[in-house]
């Protein structure tokens, strides 16, 4: 029904009883919608003009708006919010911890870990999501323009489980999670071996000993 908003970045609001949200202002008119915190943290600054792809979310007692900021992004949540026991949150977590690329990539190597990284999201349902979106991953990944996907895959650095493992070390180590991705993603781009997590471990660790 709505395909984007285009207009003021009005708020973004990172906890909140519903969840994250923005409110953009298209001809006076506020439209607020559910986020999450990867899209927030990619906005400008407040006042700024953006322009928000959305899904229409339309139940028997409510009615609302979610946005993100590619079509892509979009188009992923709402295939991602199609498998029975994802609710329209629980997709926003996902959408919000691995991205676009990260969640295809997930799918298609069958890579539970991956997705049950998102919090409320367990292996049962991680396989889950897996056994029913293959198919339609690979189907939507075909469509995708090469640069699109090479545009985010250089945004994005590859969740496999050797990362999955590495980073539950650092977390561990009481390490933040801001700071856990930052060392993953310049340890991944340096190491001989994307699958050894020890190696992955090591290189992040440098990294983050050199920030102190």
């Not at 690329?101 to 049962?124: H, P």
Request: hydrophobic share 40%; with cysteine; net charge negative.
């Amino acid at each position: 029904m709505i395909n984007y908003l285009k207009g003021q970045l009005v708020s973004r609001v990172e906890d909140s009883p519903t969840g994250c949200n923005i409110t953009v202002e298209v001809n006076s008119i506020g439209y607020i919608m559910l986020t999450n915190r990867r899209v927030i943290a990619s906005l400008p600054a407040e006042g700024e003009t953006v322009t928000i792809y959305t899904s229409l979310i339309h139940r028997e007692d409510t009615m609302f708006l979610c946005g993100f900021n590619s079509r892509e992004d979009r188009d992923l949540f709402v295939i991602l919010n199609s498998v029975s026991g994802i609710g329209t949150k629980v997709a926003l977590t996902i959408m919000g911890e691995l991205g676009a690329y990260n969640l295809v990539n997930a799918v298609i190597s069958d890579n539970d870990k991956a997705i049950s990284k998102a919090k409320g999201v367990g292996t049962k349902l991680a396989r889950k999501v897996i056994l029913e979106l293959k198919d339609k991953m690979m189907n939507w990944r075909d469509k995708v323009s090469l640069e699109c996907m090479q545009k985010a895959e250089a945004d994005e650095f590859v969740i496999t489980e050797s990362c999955v493992e590495a980073e539950s070390v650092l977390l561990s180590l009481g390490y933040t999670k801001k700071e856990v991705s930052e060392a993953l993603k310049k340890a991944i781009s340096c190491v001989e071996n994307r699958n050894d997590s020890e190696e992955i471990l090591r290189k992040a660790l440098q990294w983050l000993a050199g920030q102190e």
